[in-house]
T-cell receptor
């Protein structure tokens, strides 16, 4: 399975940008990078995904390096409600992780006032 | 409302009893998943199904069983063979195995 590596925890001040890194050096050509977050005791919530190009939606931006071996999720103006566990996963047709949707340990992001 | 529903939210069982957790979705999704989460830990995949009448073991399938007789339903049975069944169980679905997944609110199972 394509593996991802994330820092176990990060802090961010409210109103500042939160930049969450993820390494996925074994990613296959057809595999996408997905980001989810989980607020305590709830089911994870989809945030964004991308293949090669940078992506932006109303929640976040996703920056993928040219070699696709790493990516960064950016929350442009973090709020206290963004405090959660953020998961980076790799999934896609043709890769070893096809359909398996495997989550790692994620990054605990704490946004403080 | 479209969505994915897990029931019940809290479940208590005596040790040695089998228990079945319900997961229903009306999103017309082909793929469904079951995860287990222990306190302070990430999600671990138990079973997943890409299509009706077919499913595959995930990373921690021992002591669990599933069925996928209908597209909208993917029940998980925690058997007496599961050594540490107390956990938070999450069900998810996606259009296919490669698209974003939608999660239920989870069932917290406590075995005493």
């Amino acid at each position: 399975d394509a593996k991802t590596t994330q820092p176990p925890s990060m802090d961010c001040a409210e109103g500042r940008a939160a930049n969450l890194p993820c390494n996925h050096s074994t990613i296959s050509g057809n595999e996408y990078v997905y980001w989810y977050r989980q607020i305590h005791s709830q089911g994870p919530q989809y945030i964004i995904h991308g293949l090669k190009n940078n992506e932006t939606n109303e929640m976040a931006s996703l920056i993928i390096t040219e070699d696709r071996k790493s990516s960064t999720l950016i929350l442009p103006h973090a709020t206290l409600r963004d405090t959660a566990v953020y998961y980076c996963i790799v999934n896609g047709a043709g890769g070893t992780s096809y359909g398996k949707l495997t989550f790692g340990q994620g990054t605990i992001l704490t946004v403080h006032p | 409302d479209g969505g994915i529903t897990q029931s019940p939210k809290y479940l208590f069982r005596k040790e040695g009893q089998n228990v079945t957790l319900s997961c229903e979705q009306n999103l017309n999704h082909d793929a469904m998943y079951w995860y287990r989460q222990d306190p302070g830990q990430g999600l671990r995949l138990i079973y997943y199904s890409q299509i009706v009448n077919d499913f595959q073991k995930g990373d921690i399938a021992e002591g669990y069983s599933v069925s996928r007789e209908k597209k909208e339903s993917f029940p998980l049975t925690v058997t007496s063979a599961q050594k540490n069944p107390t956990a938070f169980y999450l069900c998810a679905s996606s259009i296919t195995g490669t698209t974003e997944a939608f999660f239920g609110q989870g069932t917290r199972l406590t075995v005493v």
